[in-house]
């Protein structure tokens, strides 16, 4: 009866030795890649402990978390300054634009303010030279003026004239000279008329001259 149990013992032990032998050996990183075990005692869990140890700073998986969000705020920093920056460029195009169309308002101004004056210089050259007309106009009509007043004067001797020498010609020489002379000697009759000749010709002579 005592060989019986010392029996099944050994054909327990070596069933137990063919299970060990059909299980496939595996290393120790294998092991903490595959199982995500946790220590009874404390409660960590071994897998994050272990990434601990590679990664200091944190797990893989908060680095590439951080390195998103750090991206991100570098991304909408970026965004900011460009924004800001196109911005700026248009105001800057604006006040270049304003001064630009100020420039050319001030130039149109200019250039009708110019247009004025030479339409005034233009008038007042018309109007000089309706002056020097007008001047040289009324010097003629003084030179006239004064010309007309020695012909109206001429023209009252010569109708004197006119006169005395029809009377001597429809009445003769010797009565009308006997009729002007006062009453005397001869010779004071003869020189009077010839005085009378001489001025009467002389007056004839400086009209026909005028």
Request: proline fraction near 3%; aromatic fraction near 2%; charged fraction near 25%.
């Amino acid at each position: 009866m005592q060989a019986e149990p010392q029996h099944d013992a050994q054909k327990r032990q070596r069933r137990t030795g063919n299970l060990a032998e059909g299980v496939p050996k595996t290393s120790m990183s294998s092991q903490t890649q595959g199982i995500h075990a946790t220590s009874p005692d404390s409660s960590i869990d071994l897998c994050d402990y272990a990434a601990s140890e590679v990664f200091p700073h944190g797990t893989a998986s908060s680095l590439a978390s951080r390195a998103t969000q750090e991206g991100v705020a570098v991304s909408v920093q970026v965004h900011e300054d460009v924004v800001s920056e196109v911005t700026r460029l248009r105001e800057s195009f604006d006040h270049v634009q304003t001064a630009l169309d100020q420039s050319v308002t001030e130039r149109k101004q200019l250039r009708e303010i110019l247009d004025q004056v030479q339409r005034a210089r233009e008038q007042s050259r018309t109007e000089l030279a309706q002056l020097r007309e007008q001047m040289n106009r009324l010097s003629s009509i003084d030179s006239v003026g004064k010309r007309l007043r020695k012909v109206e004067y001429n023209l009252f001797r010569l109708d004197g004239q006119v006169e005395l020498l029809t009377k001597m010609h429809s009445t003769g020489k010797t009565s009308l000279l006997q009729a002007q002379a006062p009453s005397g000697p001869r010779d004071k009759d003869h020189a009077m008329a010839s005085a009378s000749q001489r001025k009467t010709l002389g007056v004839c002579e400086t009209c026909a001259e005028d």
